[in-house]
């Protein structure tokens, strides 16, 4: 039974039973071994885009490091139907955000196309995986770059050099969830179910 809150009408359609399945459902498909760390993404119709891929393809949190730019103000209105499914943590500085993916043995991706860059097809992504994405202008910084395990690319064979970063996000991922369907990671809950319920808590109260 669902605890009450005095605050909230009985009525309330935040404990509708088909609420309550409708948000189980979504948790229990959401990937906690699945991240993006946004660096210093500026625009913010490309952070609200991603942050909606997130949600769409079932990553449940993304890394956030800003350093030269700060985050960006997200509008209500393009941001809020995904931002508050997806958690975002903070990192201030590039031995916080390594000590975070490495507590979760995560493979580190930074995109790029340096000559050691493997095809994203390349990568395993079921495996525990952080894919790193970079400023619109310059990329992933260097410093960041140094922490990865390699670098990975979208394959593209036309005159553009490279696709807008929520686009890249959005493929990258597809990749991700195709590999994860096929090893059937979407078909069981890959949290514990003292961990759903606790989550799916949190989020009866959103």
């Known amino acids: 039974m669902l605890p009450v809150n005095p605050a909230e009408p009985a009525s309330s359609p935040r404990r509708t039973p088909e609420r309550r399945a409708r948000l189980a ?18 625009d913010p119709h490309n952070v609200s885009a991603i942050y909606r891929s997130c949600d769409a393809f079932g990553v449940a949190r993304v890394h956030l490091y800003y350093t030269g730019t700060p985050f960006p103000a997200l509008g209500e209105k393009s941001s809020a139907s995904a931002r508050k499914w997806v958690e975002s943590v903070r990192h201030a500085d590039s031995e916080s955000l390594l000590r975070a ?14 000559e050691t860059s493997a095809p994203l097809r390349h990568w395993n992504f079921t ?27 979208i394959p593209m064979y036309g005159m553009v050099q490279s696709f807008n970063v929520s686009v890249a996000a959005a493929i990258i991922l597809a990749e991700a969830v195709r590999q994860r369907e096929e090893a059937g990671m979407y078909a069981a809950p890959r949290m514990d179910e003292a961990t759903l319920e606790a989550e799916l808590q949190a989020w009866l109260r959103k």
């Open 25 to 42: 459902g979504v948790l229990r498909r959401r990937q906690p071994d699945l991240t993006l760390v946004l660096a210093n993404i500026h």
């Open 127 to 153: 495996r525990p995986t952080a894919v790193m994405l970079g400023n619109e202008h310059r990329g992933v910084d260097r410093e960041l770059r140094t922490l990865a395990d390699g670098e990975l690319h």
């Open 101 to 114: 993916l490495r507590a979760g043995n995560m493979q580190i991706a930074a995109t790029g196309f340096s």
